[in-house]
Every structure is written in C-alpha cells, then in structure tokens.
C-alpha cells in the first residue's frame, strides 16, 4: 500500500494563478479531508467528503473548492492564488467506521504564493 | 467552541532523559483523544488513541495518560532519542453529529540534543 500520496511536493504561483492539489488513498477509505497547516497555528480544516459524490466544508473554505468522483481521489482547487493561502496543505483518509479509527496523513504539498 | 490547548511550545532536553508534554481540551461531548507525531517535513503519524474509558496507553517509549475529569492528557517520553525530535501533536474528537471534524492543537516542538 502506498497510503495516503500527494502530488505535488513543493509549488510556487503568483497571485490570481490557479492550480489543482492532487490527493489519493489506496486503502479504500470513504472519508478524506483537507487542511492547511500554518506556523504556530494547529492544522484546520478545509474541506472534507465522507465518500464519492458528498463533500462539505471545514473551518477555512474560502478560496478552495472539492470534488470526489471516485473513493480513490479528493483533489483541492484554489481558484485565484493569493499570499494568504501560502502553506503546507496536509490530505488525510481515514475508515468512515467512527473515530476511533485511525486518521492517515500524506506527505504535505508546500505552497508559496507570491 | 471546541479548544485544545499544549504546553509548552517547545522544549529541549539531552538524549536519554525524560520528558512529559500536557495537553488541556475542552472538547464536548468527548469521544476520544490521540497523540500524534509529526517530523518535520512529514504528516503527523498517529501515537496513541484514548477513549473516555481508557487513563493510560503505551506504545514503546511513549506513553499517554487521559484525565476525562479534569480534561487534561499528557504524553510522557521516556529515555528520549535523537529521532524523537519532533512536533508532538493533541488531537480531539467529539462524538456529536456523523462527521469527522476533529479539534487539532498547535503542538510542542521536542528537541533533543545529543
């Protein structure tokens, strides 16, 4: 199993710019979410689906959009780049059984928006 | 609204001591609470998980213990190693409606030095 991948690892845009984050699990687990982890701050959530087709949205949901047409997939859009969404975006997939089970992190995508 | 409060920030000790982090919530109605670790560069990986029932869990050197009365946790390293250089993140869920939408802490930053 490869877990939890993101792609790509590092990104810089300029402000206005689009550009779509890439998330995938291979563990079969209906729910996946998206945060951003900022310095001094705890990770908060973006958006989260709790299976194909379903998607809702986190603490900080503006300027970012969702979609899940397959179990596998959970890609992040940010519409219009802009310096305040510089930071480290963390994908996590988890078994929608409760939360006791356990939540798996990817790697990170670092962004640097200028 | 839900909080999860760490201390401290940071902390740096020598290879082979002792060290205990705390971590205070108030996250109602409490489902469970997990310790996570996060290298740096990495996405947090899941240490321990405790439910309301459960006061103390171990997993290798690391051990946690819950106070669902006082709502306190603490994670407690013992005879720390160069690799337990990290962000030690609390994590807590509520069991109220059918989402996943756990409460994340900002983390203690772990040093150890040789």
């Known amino acids: 199993n490869a877990g939890v991948t993101q792609t790509p690892k590092f990104q810089v845009l300029k402000t206005g710019q689009s550009m779509t984050l890439q998330c995938a699990q291979d563990?079969?687990?209906?729910?996946m979410s998206w945060y951003r982890q900022d310095p001094g701050m705890g990770l908060r959530l973006i958006h989260y689906s709790v299976g194909a087709g379903i998607t809702d949205q986190g603490e900080v949901p503006n300027g970012y959009n969702v979609s899940r047409s397959t179990t596998e997939d959970f890609p992040l859009r940010l519409l219009s780049a802009a310096p305040s969404q510089t930071s480290v975006y963390f994908c996590?997939?988890?078994?929608?059984?409760?939360?006791?089970?356990?939540?798996?992190f990817g790697p990170g995508t670092r962004l640097t928006v200028t | 609204k839900n909080q999860v409060e760490q201390s401290p920030q940071s902390l740096i000790i020598l290879e082979g001591k002792n060290c205990t982090l705390q971590c205070n919530y108030t996250v109602s109605p409490f489902s469970n609470l997990r310790w996570y670790k996060q290298d740096t560069g990495r996405g947090p990986v899941s240490l321990t998980i405790m439910t309301f029932s459960e006061n103390t869990k171990s997993n290798g050197r690391y051990t946690a213990t819950l106070d669902a009365d006082t709502k306190q946790s603490s994670l407690h390293i013992t005879a720390s190693q160069l690799s337990d250089s990290a962000s030690y993140i609390c994590?807590?869920?509520?069991?109220?409606?059918?989402?996943?939408?756990?409460?994340f802490g900002r983390g203690t930053s772990l040093i150890v030095h040789p």
């Open positions: 563990m079969n687990h209906e729910y």
């Open positions: 996590a997939s988890k078994s929608a059984g409760g939360s006791s089970y356990e939540q798996y």
């Open positions: 994590v807590v869920s509520d069991s109220s409606g059918g989402s996943y939408i756990p409460t």
